[in-house]
């Protein structure tokens, strides 16, 4: 059964700091890998999608990484700012219309 | 920009009621889904839709059913609500799914809802 975990559950840096978040996943076998961020009360928003052949992806001071192998993921956020706090979410696609989350990293960026 | 839009951004109802979430997405996409989400069990999928009528359990479909007779709106139905449905509900949508791998999730805002 697929699991995604996301440690740490909770992170505060200062405002400047390069920081990785970190994924993990039990079963290789994924057709793409994702990264959301979600404001409090609010819904999803996409931030990445690594497809399965792909390595790594890249917008803007956001760059994510893919290991199939090792089942890991991370991403990487350059020069964090305040308005980078928010719950990050990494998420599996592991069928057509089977979708598995972890349960999020909180991020708190201090200015 | 995709836009998926939640009717209620918070509800409040008493046990046995019957609730209607609607959810409605503006890009024709094909797949539509309903998860809820909870503190420290991340989102669970409840149900989810591949064309207009049709639908598919999710994980945890017990005390709910859906409807989706436009392509664009999909209805997730507590039957007899209860508190343990007190949860964020969260709707999302994607195109089609035969673009493997490539298609990512546009989620609504997500409707609160707390059962009395």
């Known amino acids: 059964k697929q699991e995604v975990t996301q ?16 994924c993990s996943f039990t079963d290789s076998a994924i057709y793409n890998l994702q990264w959301f961020r979600q404001d409090p009360g609010k819904g999803l928003t996409s931030l990445l999608l690594i497809q399965s052949s792909q390595r790594e992806q890249t917008s803007g001071r956001l760059n994510a990484s893919l290991d199939k192998s090792s089942g890991r993921s991370t991403l990487y956020i350059a020069a964090s700012q305040p308005g980078d706090s928010a719950t990050y979410l990494c998420a599996v696609q592991a069928g057509t219309y089977k979708y598995i989350f972890g349960t999020g990293t909180r991020l708190k960026v201090l200015a | 920009d995709v836009k998926v839009t939640q009717s209620s951004r918070y509800l409040v109802k008493r046990t046995g009621e019957k609730v209607f979430l609607e959810c ?21 999928l409840i149900y989810f839709s591949y064309d207009v009528k049709m639908k598919e359990k999710g994980d945890i ?6 409807s989706r007779e436009k392509k664009e709106r999909f209805s997730l139905i507590l039957e007899s609500a209860s508190t343990n449905q007190t ?8 195109l089609s799914g035969r673009e ?13 809802l707390l059962v009395l």
Not at chain 1, 7 to 20: D, H, W
Not at chain 2, 61 to 66: I, L, N, Q, T
């Open chain 2, 61 to 66: 479909p017990e005390g709910y059913s859906v």
């Open chain 1, 7 to 22: 440690i740490p559950a909770a992170l505060s840096v200062p405002e400047g700091e390069n920081l990785v978040l970190n």
């Open chain 2, 100 to 112: 493997w791998g490539k298609e990512t999730q546009y989620f609504g805002p997500g409707t609160r």
């Open chain 2, 87 to 94: 949860s964020m509900y969260l709707c999302a949508s994607s």
């Open chain 2, 24 to 44: 409605v997405q503006d890009m024709d996409h094909e797949n539509m889904f309903w998860y809820r989400q909870d503190p420290g069990l991340g989102l669970r």
